[in-house]
């Protein structure tokens, strides 16, 4: 299989590239890559807010009580459900179509859609445009992530898949910030826009739909370099291409280690998320609680995925990779074995690091081994499991906890000098995790282990000597 242009031959791929120039300044040097970059921030931004605009709007659409549950819980199952059912196709469509074209077409799908829903305002229509907005960021994502390393050189792909994952996450609390000014000034506007809401979430939604359409125009301005593998898969069938793409994982052990890590370490930071009410609360912690262990997670992830590539640097990819998942596993260990909140917040930090060091890794090295042809086809494999792996883990979590306490008597509560420690189901679905965690990082590194017969340690001792020697 050909492999498409070089990450160097794209327009303006190698323009500014000054030999000693910081990497980041070299990186935002290349136009096209800064352009694909604002695309993906001021989209995940909209995500962002739609997430917070449609939850507080069905909420709000809903009958009262019991009601807005559910009606909160249908938008976060909508927004996972069609990944499980479109993610092959998507793929498909990331590597046989246009993909510029593709991503113009999906923001202006999604403007019209979230437009629609305050324009409708009914819960059933909302229910429909989030379900036809996910499908169609389903078509949207891949083309994105298979283009980029096609547009920086390949030993630029890790940072700039760091800066991709920065924009992806980093928006979410400025996101926040805008929904909550937006808010405040609902009401005011009343009287100049009618129909707004009194509580600014049809406003809301309204600056969402606009930030795919400013997506659209970054998107428009970008020039993609010319993909020969497209032509090459013109004559397939669609299903001969989605089987060409299953076969890539199941035929190359380095892939499927890979993806299988990456989604490893996607549902631990899942399964301590969707059990960290009950753990909290068994250590007596309650909500605010539930919020620093929240923030002690994604703080840790955004410093493993911005400062763990660099702090590393030099080390293999690979075996970072795998001693990454190893470690988590182990945190989970410690995490279920001390259940105090002293311990629990340094040690979810801790895990939200290395777990956001195995995503970022994950990514580049998908990025640098697949072919072009088939890279639309392989992250849309990997964001379709992602949400396969989310609802199994909400779904079977709490049943698993559950299940534990049932079948050991728990909870349990020992004193060991000043802590007391509080054994339940929650902690008892840590520790098999953790144990899971351990063996998914040791089947990676006996896969991808690129230096055999070579130790960690002696690999960072030539790695010092090298150093000093520079």
């Not at 303006?12 to 993906?40: E, M, N, S, V, Y």
């Not at 898949?161 to 996450?169: E, P």
């Amino acid at each position: 299989m050909s492999t498409g242009p070089s990450p160097t031959e794209g327009p303006d791929a190698g323009a500014g590239l000054t030999p000693g120039a910081p990497a980041l300044r070299q990186l935002l040097r290349i136009r096209p890559f800064r352009h694909l970059f604002a695309a993906g921030a001021v989209s995940s931004f909209g995500d962002w807010l739609a997430l917070l605009a449609t939850t507080a709007l069905a909420a709000e659409l809903a009958a009262g009580g019991v009601g807005r549950y559910l009606a909160v819980s249908g938008v976060f199952i909508l927004r996972i459900a069609p990944a499980v059912l479109l993610g092959p196709l998507a793929g498909v469509v990331a590597d046989r179509l246009d993909r510029r074209r593709t991503m113009i077409v999906g923001d202006l799908l999604r403007f019209a859609l979230f437009v629609s829903i305050p324009v409708v305002g009914t819960l059933w229509w909302m229910y429909v445009a989030i379900v036809l907005i996910e499908c169609t960021s389903l078509f949207w994502n891949p083309a994105k992530d298979a283009t980029l390393p096609n547009l920086v050189p390949p030993d630029r792909l890790e940072l700039a898949n760091q800066l991709g994952l920065v924009g992806s996450y980093g928006t979410a609390p400025v996101a926040a910030l805008a929904f909550s000014g937006l808010s405040l000034v609902g009401d005011p506007l009343r009287s100049v826009l009618p129909g707004l809401d009194p509580e600014g979430i049809y406003l809301a939604m309204y600056v969402n739909g606009a930030t795919f359409l400013v997506s659209a125009w970054i998107v428009w301005r970008l020039r993609f370099p010319p993909r020969p593998a497209r032509e090459a898969l013109a004559g397939q069938s669609v299903l001969r291409t989605v089987t060409d793409g299953l076969r890539v994982v199941r035929d190359r052990p380095f892939v499927r280690g890979l993806i299988a890590g990456m989604l490893g370490a996607f549902a631990a930071g899942g399964l301590v998320i969707g059990l960290a009410t009950r753990f909290v609360a068994d250590m007596g912690a309650g909500a605010p609680g539930y919020g620093m262990l929240f923030v002690a997670v994604f703080t840790g992830m955004a410093i493993g995925i911005v400062g763990g590539p660099r702090a590393l640097a030099g080390l293999s990819r690979p075996r970072i990779f795998g001693a990454a998942l190893g470690s988590a596993g182990a945190l989970l260990l410690v995490l279920a074995a001390v259940p105090a909140l002293v311990v629990a917040l340094p040690l979810a930090t801790l895990l939200g690091a290395v777990i956001g060091v195995a995503w970022v890794i994950g990514y580049t090295l998908l990025g640098l081994t697949v072919e072009d042809e088939v890279r639309g086809r392989t992250f849309a494999l990997v964001q379709s499991l992602d949400g396969v792996v989310l609802v199994l883990v909400l779904a079977v979590a709490p049943l698993l906890a559950a299940g534990f306490e049932a079948a050991l008597s728990l909870p349990r509560t020992l004193h060991v000098g000043p802590f007391e420690l509080t054994y339940t189901g929650a902690t008892a679905a840590y520790l098999i995790a953790g144990l899971g965690m351990g063996a998914a990082g040791l089947a990676a590194w006996r896969t991808m282990n690129d230096k055999p017969g070579l130790s960690v340690f002696a690999e960072v001792r030539q790695l010092r000597r090298s150093r000093r020697g520079g």
